[in-house]
């Protein structure tokens, strides 16, 4: 079946370091999503994305759609204290009307 | 600033009590999705709904769980009787099917305890 393969798992990082993660699978997507949950929250959309090779900005993220379809990179520039949490990638279920599969999440630490 | 809301946002019960969790979805989204997260599993789809009409629900415990939309403003999440192991946080989200694209808006959750 679809699944998401993330990772890291988790990064311990010094403020103001660069951070990237990354999502795979072995299908096809159309649309790859990242979501930052805060502890005690809700997972938050931070950057969809539609098209392959498509490359979004969000502020100091950017997350590019893999060309292949089979993979999606998360980048956080000059990190800081509040970008602690975790990152989770997503991607809807092949013709299962909007159902999402989630990768297992990469918990982001940084050091101030 | 459009948000789903979700009520209560924390519930401690005992075991065998039902338990109704509400979601408001934002307007306008025609998709509504009830998610249970926790540490051994993650984040795991319970139900969904397009447009009021329940799509899936194969990721629920169908003996003790429902879910449904009695109007576009408002889904629920019912356990009864609740369990322990049902202890979890449940998420509410909406979404809008555009084409070929479709986001999740997530809500701050319900944080379950049942002794």
């Known amino acids: 079946g679809q699944q998401l393969n993330q990772s890291p798992q988790s990064m311990f990082i010094q403020e103001g370091e660069d951070v990237s993660m990354n999502c795979t699978s072995s299908?096809?997507?159309?649309?790859w999503l990242w979501y930052k949950q805060d502890p005690g929250e809700g997972p938050v959309l931070l950057i969809a994305l539609y098209k392959a090779g498509e490359l979004t900005s969000n502020g100091r993220l950017t997350a590019q759609f893999g060309i292949t379809r089979k993979d999606s990179f998360l980048n956080i520039s000059a990190s800081i204290p509040s970008d602690v949490g975790i990152y989770f990638c997503?991607?809807?279920?092949?013709?299962?009307?909007?159902?999402?599969?989630f990768g297992q999440g990469t918990e982001l630490s940084v050091k101030p | 600033d459009a948000r789903v809301t979700q009520t209560p946002r924390h519930k401690v019960t005992e075991m065998g009590q039902e338990v109704t969790m509400r979601c408001q979805p934002i307007?306008?989204?025609?998709?509504v999705f009830w998610y249970r997260q926790t540490m051994m599993q993650g984040l795991e789809l319970l139900a969904y709904f397009r447009n009021r009409a329940p799509l899936d629900d194969s990721g629920m415990p169908k003996d003790r769980f429902s879910a449904e939309m009695p109007d576009a403003t408002l889904a629920t999440l019912k356990i009864q009787p609740s369990e322990p192991r049902d202890s979890a946080v449940y998420f509410c989200a909406s979404g809008l099917r555009l084409g070929l694209g479709e986001t999740q808006y997530f809500g701050p959750g319900t944080r379950l305890l049942v002794l």
């Open positions: 299908s096809i997507f159309n649309t």
């Open positions: 307007l306008g989204h025609n998709t």
């Open positions: 997503a991607g809807p279920f092949y013709n299962q009307g909007g159902k999402l599969i």
